[in-house]
């Protein structure tokens, strides 16, 4: 009878502790970067992450999260990223993993970035 209750907690836990968002969908989201004209530098949190065309992988944030295109003779423009829910994450509010819930929001898995392409028009100075 002990061994079945300490399985079951085990079982507990483990389900509520699980992180489905974050295990399944990751913590980062490929986005593609194009501007007009091309060759702009892509930088997000002050960090070059490529330049146009181009794809970054960016970490996914509860916050409000700017990328800054830079591109000499032009104007540096920034671009909000817009995010949805990660419906992923309904399996842990589902199951009950309020553990899990809380690890998918510090980790940013609660939204993914919507949508994974932004054309960018930059303006000459």
Do not use: W
């Not at 399944?24 to 949190?45: L, Q």
């Not at 949805?84 to 842990?92: A, D, G, I, R, Y």
């Amino acid at each position: 009878m002990k061994n079945k209750l300490s399985i079951a907690l085990l079982a507990g836990i483990a389900l509520s502790a699980t992180s489905c968002a974050t295990i399944i969908t990751g913590t980062k989201d490929k986005i593609n970067f194009n501007s007009m004209p091309e060759g702009a530098k892509v930088f997000h949190k002050g960090i070059e992450k490529c330049t146009t065309p181009c794809t970054a992988e960016i970490p996914r944030s509860l916050s409000k999260q700017m990328v800054t295109l830079q591109k000499e003779g032009f104007n540096d423009k920034e671009v909000k990223l817009t995010k949805k829910f990660n419906p992923v994450t309904l399996v842990n509010i589902l199951l009950g993993g309020a553990i899990g819930v809380g690890i998918d929001a510090a980790t940013g898995s609660l939204t993914k970035y919507s949508p994974k392409a932004y054309q960018v028009e930059l303006e000459a100075k």
